[in-house]
């Protein structure tokens, strides 16, 4: 399975977070790590921060469509994130690029569950 994983803003970038989430998806058997561009650190927002998720973006790309997109050129089976508010707006991206049948967005924590 290969898998990408955003960092939240929640997780990593207010809470410096990074390796751990990885760790996890290296030592679950059968997953191929692959990374976006903008990651840890100099990571990327899903678009639901400080109340976007509620709002109709009118300018330019919606901000969880740019993100998914980026996730989505990776070529993945699965989106991975830590955060319930990312999960949302990853899968409406993927909804959006009408790629919900080939790519599944889920939370690291599901990923552990069906591993076991």
Known sequence: MRVTYH????????????SEPREILKNIRGVEMVEMGRRREKGFCCGAG??????????????????TAEALALNPDTIATACPFCLTMLDDGV????????VKVLDLAELLARSL
Do not use: P, Q, Y
């Open 7 to 18: 960092d939240s803003c929640f997780l990593g970038r207010h809470n410096k977070v990074f």
């Open 50 to 67: 400080g109340g976007r998720m509620w709002m109709d973006e009118k300018i330019g790309t919606r901000v969880n469509r740019n993100r």
């Open 95 to 102: 909804k959006d690029a009408n790629k919900e049948e080939t």
